[in-house]
């Protein structure tokens, strides 16, 4: 089993509809990551949170740490979402390295 | 403000053939330095990290090294490249380790033939 497990694998939705994408992991963290990856393969980091909630423009995510789970939301979804979505963990036992999900693909149809 | 380079952008290298692939960060100090990759249809691995000049942890056994010649440079190297190896290769930075957010470089797409 993965210590990062994503819900859906794949998501297609109509523009404008609300998307959530989930995240379950099974260490404790001291952060999570939440991270977009384009058809070109590049990497932008849209979020990192270790409690509560956080928003930036259209997407807002959410982190419960006594379930370890996260979720990611995209209001008024645009064919400009449709990317690769990363969760990612910081695991809490000190070395550096984050342990990934395998991505949830969104596809957004105009 | 912070920029991370990476070259070259796509790679293809025959079998047993050697490799080097370079990332440069500009616009920061005493980064953490990271290099990842992503095998076709698989999530991300981390490959190595370091968190200083001369300094790197390797995550997963395999043919492949990394090297920290200076500061905010961070190399990739095989002597022998094995099909396995394809995929595409990320460089990417931290100021404070992996609980602070990463900055990714735009990628190596290697396909070893």
């Known amino acids: 089993k993965n210590e990062v497990e994503q819900s859906p694998q794949n998501l297609t939705a109509q523009e404008g509809e609300f998307i959530t994408i989930n995240c379950s992991y099974s260490?404790?963290?001291?952060?999570l990551h939440w991270l977009q990856q384009h058809p070109g393969g590049g990497i932008v980091s849209l979020f990192m949170?270790?409690?509560g909630k956080k928003k930036h423009g259209r997407l807002i995510a959410t982190i419960n740490i006594q379930e370890k789970h996260s979720s990611l939301h995209i209001t008024a979804s645009h064919p400009r979402d449709s990317a690769v979505y990363i969760c990612?963990?910081?695991?809490?036992?000190?070395?550096?390295?984050?342990?990934f999900g395998t991505g949830t693909r969104l596809t957004i149809i105009p | 403000s912070q920029t991370i380079h990476q070259w070259p952008a796509t790679l293809v290298q025959p079998v047993g053939s050697p490799l080097s692939l370079e990332c440069t960060v500009e616009?920061?100090?005493?980064?953490?330095l990271y290099w990842y990759r992503q095998a076709a249809g698989r999530g991300l691995q981390l490959l190595f990290y370091?968190?200083?000049?001369?300094?790197i942890s390797s995550e997963v056994p395999q043919n492949l090294s990394a090297s920290r010649p200076q500061d905010r440079q961070f190399i990739l190297s095989s002597k022998k490249l094995l099909l396995s190896d394809s995929g595409f290769y990320l460089c990417?930075?931290?100021?404070?380790?992996?609980?602070?957010?990463?900055?990714f470089g735009p990628g190596t797409r290697l396909t070893v033939l």
């Open positions: 949170l270790s409690s």
């Open positions: 370091s968190v200083g000049i001369g300094q």
């Open positions: 990612a963990v910081t695991p809490n036992f000190g070395n550096e390295k984050l342990t």
């Open positions: 260490v404790g963290i001291s952060a």
């Open positions: 616009g920061t100090s005493n980064p953490n």
């Open positions: 990417a930075w931290s100021l404070l380790g992996a609980g602070d957010t990463q900055y």
